[in-house]
């Protein structure tokens, strides 16, 4: 089954997560793709695009990881400690999964069992997490969309206090 997004489930309210959140579940539903190949397990070009885009995956989750870290220590979220330690868990465990997809492949013994086990750990870990974790950050935006609002009206009355010396000035009054 693939993942679809859902606005109301899944936002946060902080795009550039939201986006990598996106661009995560089309990884995912990317491995659909290569689960429906019925040469998948024996071609070797499929098996070595399973290979690397398992470990582009990788990659980019820590990427992301990391730019989600610092949005939940910018406003010292209170699951920042959980949050870390659910990525740092997460990496782990799908870590041993390459390894186990490494060796089957050095085996000569992959099964689609191996790359069905993969993808429901991804799909269910993925939607987990933002559903628990991510979408905690909602408040986190509301805040920060209220603190450029603070700004903004802050700056425009330093303005407005500015022109009206400026036309006090000239006028005398």
């Given amino acids: ?23 995560l579940f089309e990884g995912v539903n990317g491995l659909i793709h290569f689960l429906k190949l019925s ?6 070009r499929n098996k070595a695009k399973v290979s690397e885009m ?41 870590g041993h999964y390459q390894e186990k997809l490494e060796e ?4 000569e013994r992959l099964t689609r069992g191996v790359l069905i086990q993969i993808h429901i750990f991804l799909q269910s870990w993925l939607v ?16 920060a969309a209220e603190e450029k ?8 009355t330093k303005n407005r206090g500015v022109f009206s010396r400026f036309f006090a000035l000239l006028t005398g009054k």
């Fill in 39 to 44: 040469s998948v397990t024996q071609d070797d």
């Fill in 149 to 156: 609002e603070e700004i903004r009206e802050q700056e425009e």
């Fill in 128 to 143: 987990n997490h933002i559903v628990k974790v991510d979408t905690s950050l909602r408040d986190c935006a509301d805040k």
């Fill in 54 to 94: 398992l470990d582009f995956l990788a990659d980019y989750a820590q990427k992301h990881f990391q730019d989600e870290e610092k949005v939940f220590e910018k406003y010292d979220h209170p699951m920042k400690e959980a949050n870390k330690e659910a990525h740092q868990l997460f990496l782990e465990k799908y």
């Fill in 104 to 107: 089957k492949l050095q085996e």
């Fill in 1 to 23: 089954m693939e993942l679809q997004w859902d606005n109301k489930k899944y936002t946060t309210g902080f795009a550039h997560i939201d986006q990598q959140h996106k661009e």
